[in-house]
Every structure is written in structure tokens, then in C-alpha cells.
């Protein structure tokens, strides 16, 4: 099980007061302190908390492997065949949404050709390749079609879920998170985890990478960064011994 760290709400901090600080990369390198196999961000289109600058310089410190999260727009898909991060995924993105409401809709033909011109472009730059989706098979068996690397089962139904319903979100996603293993896609999952809901998720012995940012951001503010990460990286691994 690998924990990847979405930093994006450092950046949010910052552009907060529009000013140098909190550094996003510092953030980084204290992720990786406290154990982070890997470091998210999310470039959006509207560059409301990373920026360019940001993930430049991610690119030349991070020592396990940046996760680069992007829509499929030609500016951004441009840069990253330029920065070649380890991966990419494709997420949806709205300009009024406050945080990534759901996975790509990959029934659309528009999205569905976007996807796929921006899949082959990134694919031939030598990035590995996800796309961020509902845990439906649909989605899966369209991102197979696609011929994407990974996909990342969108949690966020779960984490907002009452918790009488918690049970039934998390047999959908093993079933999904089976289906996707068994098309011989890598397994990722995110969105809406905390240290009070990941547990069932890390148990689900197909997912082998989580990304967990706000959690994480949140509670650093008590604890500090490196304790922080060092915390969830604790408790997801606890999960997966379990199994």
C-alpha cells in the first residue's frame, strides 16, 4: 500500500494572502520525511492553489514520485508532457465546484475524446497514465478501452455517506477495486479520506495506492506535517496487515 500526500491545501493557504507562504514544496519534503511514498497536486485550470512555479520546482526535489492531477485541457496536458511527472491522472474539474465532485464521465463522447487524445499525448511523453473514476463497471471497462495504467475509484460517496450506509459503499468499492484488478488495472483510490474513515478502504487488498490531502493538511496544523503523514501512513498500514 502506497500513501501518496495531496498537498494542494498548503497552496490554498498561501493564495489565501496571495503571498510566499506556507511553501507547497516545503510541504513536500516533510511529507516525504514522514514517510509519503509519493507527492499530489492538482493543477487546475484556474491555478487557484498550484501553480506553475509550483510544480517545476516539485519536479526537481521530490525524491519518491509526483502524482500529477490535471484535466484534460491542452495548456496543462502540454505541461505536463513537458514535466514529465512519474504519473498523470485525469480528473474532471468545474470551474465552481470547491473540490472535484465526482469521476470522469467517461459515458460522454465529448469527455470520452477529450480523455483519450489527452491519454495518448501523455502516454507518448512516457508518463504512466490514471484516470479518476466512479467505482461502477462502466467506468472501468471505458478506461481499459482507453488503455490507461490505473485507475483511482472516486471515495468521496463513501466518506460522505451516513454511516448506516458506510457498509454497502464499501462492498461497492471492492467490487469495483476486484473488476478493476482483474482488467489488469493498478488500483488507486481517493477523496473525502480521513484518519476516522480510511480504515476500511487500506483494508481492500486490490487498492495499492491511496492519495489523502485535506485530512492530512488539516491535522498537520496541531501536530505538524511530518507527524501528521507519519500518523496516516501508520494507520494505513495497520489496515493492510489486518487483512
Not at 45 to 56: A, K, P
Not at 97 to 104: R, S
Not at 125 to 135: C, E, N
Not at 190 to 202: F, R
Amino acid at each position: 500500500m502506497r500513501l501518496y500526500i495531496n498537498i494542494d491545501h498548503v497552496a490554498t493557504v498561501r493564495q489565501a494572502r496571495l503571498t510566499d507562504e506556507p511553501d507547497p514544496v516545503r510541504a513536500a519534503v516533510l511529507a516525504e520525511l514522514g514517510g509519503a511514498d509519493g507527492i499530489t497536486v492538482h493543477l487546475r485550470e484556474d491555478r487557484r492553489h498550484i501553480q506553475d512555479r509550483d510544480v517545476r520546482l516539485l519536479m526537481e526535489t521530490v525524491r519518491t514520485g509526483v502524482n500529477l492531477e490535471l484535466a484534460a485541457t491542452s495548456e496543462i496536458v502540454a505541461l505536463a508532457c513537458e514535466l514529465r511527472p512519474m504519473q498523470a491522472t485525469l480528473v474532471p474539474e468545474k470551474r465552481e465546484e470547491v473540490t472535484t465532485e465526482g469521476g470522469l464521465a467517461l459515458s460522454e463522447a465529448g469527455h470520452l475524446k477529450a480523455t483519450k487524445a489527452a491519454l495518448d499525448r501523455l502516454s507518448a511523453a512516457g508518463i504512466r497514465t490514471s484516470l479518476f473514476v466512479d467505482p461502477d463497471d462502466a467506468s472501468l471497462r471505458a478506461s481499459v478501452d482507453l488503455g490507461v495504467d490505473a485507475v483511482e475509484l472516486h471515495t468521496g460517496e463513501y466518506a460522505n455517506a451516513d454511516p448506516t450506509k458506510r457498509t454497502e459503499q464499501i462492498a461497492r468499492l471492492s467490487r469495483a477495486a476486484a473488476l478493476a484488478s482483474k482488467l489488469s488495472l493498478a488500483v488507486h483510490a481517493g477523496h473525502g479520506l480521513t484518519y476516522e474513515n480510511v480504515q476500511p478502504v487500506a483494508a481492500i487488498p486490490e487498492i495499492e495506492e491511496l492519495n489523502i490531502g485535506h485530512s492530512v493538511i488539516a491535522r498537520s496544523v496541531f501536530t505538524g506535517l511530518e507527524a501528521a503523514v507519519r500518523e496516516m501512513g501508520d494507520i494505513v498500514r495497520r489496515a493492510r496487515a489486518t487483512t
